[in-house]
C-alpha cells in the first residue's frame, strides 16, 4: 500500500519560506509516477501548487511560479515543497499526492498538514 | 488559470440520485479527457472516485459515475446514501503540464 505523510513547520512568519516534505512508502519513486502538491484553504476549495517527475522535471501552478520549488530525494524516497515570501494567503492545508499521469489523476494522498502563516 | 465552475450545493434523498456539474473551457474540460472526480469528507483527505471521465478506481461503486458533453463534465451518484454526504471537486487537465481544480459542491443528503 502506498502511504504518504507531510511534515514541516505548523506556523511560518509572513515574508518567510515555507518548507514541507512529504515521505513515500509502499512504493520507490524513483521507479516512476509524478509527484503533486495540493493546497487547501481553510473553508476554501483545492489548488494545485506542482509537480515534479522522478526524473526530476518540474512543473509549477503559473500562478504561483516564481515563488515555489519542488524537489526529490530519492535516496530518502521525499520530494520537498519550498514557498518563499509567504503572505496570510499562503495559510492552507498542504497535500501531497501521487499523479500517474500528470492530468490530475490523484491516486494516492498524503492526511495533509495545516501551515499557518503569521507573525 | 480559472478554477472550474461547479453549483455550491446539491441535495437528494436517500436512494435517489444527484447529479453535479463542472464547467469549464475548450482549453480545459472540453478539450481533454482528462476530468476527475474527487470526494472529501470533513477533515479528511480527497478521495479519487472517477477519472479520465468515466472510469472508477477499484474499490469504487459503481453508483458513481462521470461523463462529459462539451465544455461540461458531470458527476451522478445514484441511490444515495449517507455517507456520499461530503464536498465534491473535479478536475481537468489544462494543457501545458498544468491542470485546474473545479470550486467544489456540498453534497447534502435529506
Known amino acids: 500500500q502506498v502511504l504518504l505523510q507531510e511534515s514541516g513547520p505548523g506556523l511560518v512568519k509572513p515574508s518567510e519560506t515555507l518548507s514541507l516534505t512529504c515521505a513515500v512508502s509502499g512504493y520507490s519513486i524513483s521507479s516512476g509516477y509524478y509527484w503533486d502538491w495540493i493546497r487547501q484553504p481553510p473553508g476554501k476549495g483545492l489548488e494545485w501548487i506542482g509537480s515534479i517527475y522522478h526524473s526530476g522535471s518540474t512543473y509549477y501552478n503559473p500562478s504561483l511560479k516564481g515563488r515555489l520549488t519542488i524537489s526529490v530525494d530519492t535516496s530518502k524516497n521525499q520530494f520537498s515543497l519550498k514557498v518563499k515570501s509567504v503572505t496570510a494567503a499562503d495559510t492552507a492545508v498542504y497535500y501531497c499526492a501521487r499523479d500517474s499521469s500528470m492530468t490530475g489523476l490523484l491516486d494516492y494522498w498524503g492526511q495533509g498538514t495545516l501551515v499557518t502563516v503569521s507573525s | 488559470q480559472s478554477a472550474l465552475t461547479q453549483p455550491p450545493s446539491a441535495s437528494g434523498s436517500p436512494g435517489q440520485s444527484v447529479t453535479i456539474s463542472c464547467t469549464g473551457t475548450?482549453?480545459?474540460?472540453?478539450?481533454?479527457?482528462?476530468v476527475s472526480w474527487y470526494q472529501q469528507h470533513p477533515g479528511k483527505a480527497p478521495k479519487l472516485m472517477t477519472y479520465?471521465?468515466?472510469k472508477r478506481p477499484s474499490g469504487v461503486p459503481d453508483r458513481f459515475s462521470g461523463s462529459k458533453s462539451g465544455n461540461t463534465a458531470s458527476l451522478t451518484v445514484s441511490g444515495l446514501q449517507a455517507e456520499d454526504e461530503a464536498d465534491y471537486y473535479c478536475s481537468s487537465y489544462a494543457g501545458s503540464n498544468n491542470y485546474v481544480f473545479g470550486i467544489g459542491t456540498k453534497v447534502t443528503v435529506l
Open positions: 479520465e471521465v468515466s
Open positions: 475548450s482549453s480545459d474540460v472540453g478539450g481533454y479527457n482528462y
